[in-house]
C-alpha cells in the first residue's frame, strides 16, 4: 500500500462546477498536511496547508481527518486557471529524520 | 528575487558518465532536498539535508550522492547513471532544518534527464 494515496483522474469538470479531491495516509504518526498544485512541466507550489480544524482559502476548502487518516481539498466554482495537477503531500518526523511524502497527484481539467 | 535554481534544466546523457546537477536557493533556508518525479509514482525524495554537513537518505537515494558544504547550495551527484534514473528531478528548500520537512517547500523548476 503507497503511504499518501490520491485517485489519479482525470477529473473534467464544466467551469462553475465544485470538485472535491481525497486522499489517504497510511503513517498515523504524520504531523503536516498539504495540498500543492503543480503544472504540466513545472515545479510544484504550495496551495495550502491543512489544519485539523479545516480550513479555507477563497474557493479551496481543505479538510483533516486524523482519525480516518485522509485529508480532502474542495474547489468550488471552478475557473479554467484551475486545470492543474493537484498533490497531497503529507510531512512526518521519526527520530531526527524529516520527510515528506507526495502522493501521485490528481489531474484537474476545467473545462469552458 | 526569492528563488531556487537549479542547472542545468536539460540534460541528455550516456550510461557511466557522471554528471552533477547544481541546486542554489537565496532563502538562506536550512532544510534543502532533492526528488525525483515519475510517471505514476509522483515525487519521491532521494536526499535530503537539515542544515550544512548534514544530509539523510530520502526514500530512493540508490545511486546519488549529495554534499551541504554551504547552506545556499546542495548539488546532486549520479557517479554513474544508468537509464532507469532517467526522470524529472527537482531542488527543494525550506526555512528550518528541525521543522524542514513540514514548512512550505520552494522548489526549483525542475531537471530533465535523460540516460542513455
Known amino acids: 500500500r503507497k503511504e499518501v494515496e490520491q485517485d489519479p483522474g482525470p477529473f473534467n469538470v464544466p467551469e462553475g462546477a465544485t470538485v472535491a479531491f481525497n486522499c489517504t495516509y497510511s503513517n498515523s504518526a504524520s504531523q503536516s498536511f498539504f495540498w500543492y498544485r503543480q503544472d504540466c512541466r513545472k515545479e510544484p507550489k504550495l496551495l495550502m496547508s491543512v489544519y485539523s480544524s479545516g480550513n479555507e482559502d477563497g474557493r479551496f476548502t481543505a479538510q483533516l481527518n486524523r482519525a480516518s487518516q ?28 524529516r520527510q515528506l511524502t507526495f502522493g501521485s497527484g490528481t489531474q484537474l481539467t476545467v473545462l469552458p | 528575487e ?24 537565496n532563502m538562506n533556508h536550512e532544510y534543502m532536498s532533492w526528488y525525483r518525479q ?20 530520502g526514500d530512493v537515494p540508490e545511486g546519488y550522492k549529495v554534499s551541504r558544504k554551504e547552506k545556499r547550495n546542495f548539488p546532486l551527484i549520479l557517479e554513474s547513471p544508468s537509464p532507469n534514473q532517467t526522470s524529472l528531478y527537482f531542488c527543494a528548500s ?22 542513455l
Open chain 2, 94 to 115: 525550506s526555512l528550518s532544518g528541525v521543522r524542514g520537512a513540514g514548512e512550505t517547500q520552494y522548489f526549483g523548476p525542475g531537471t530533465r534527464l535523460l540516460v
Open chain 2, 2 to 25: 526569492a528563488q531556487v535554481t537549479q542547472n542545468p534544466r536539460y540534460l541528455i546523457t550516456v550510461t557511466g558518465k557522471k554528471l552533477t546537477v547544481t541546486c542554489s536557493q
Open chain 1, 70 to 97: 485522509y485529508i480532502s481539498l474542495l474547489i468550488r466554482d471552478s475557473k479554467l486557471s484551475d486545470s492543474a495537477t493537484y498533490l497531497c503531500v503529507v510531512a512526518s518526523s521519526s527520530g531526527s529524520a
Open chain 2, 38 to 57: 515519475d510517471p505514476g509514482l509522483g515525487l519521491r525524495q532521494i536526499y535530503y539535508s537539515m542544515n550544512v554537513e548534514v544530509t539523510d537518505k
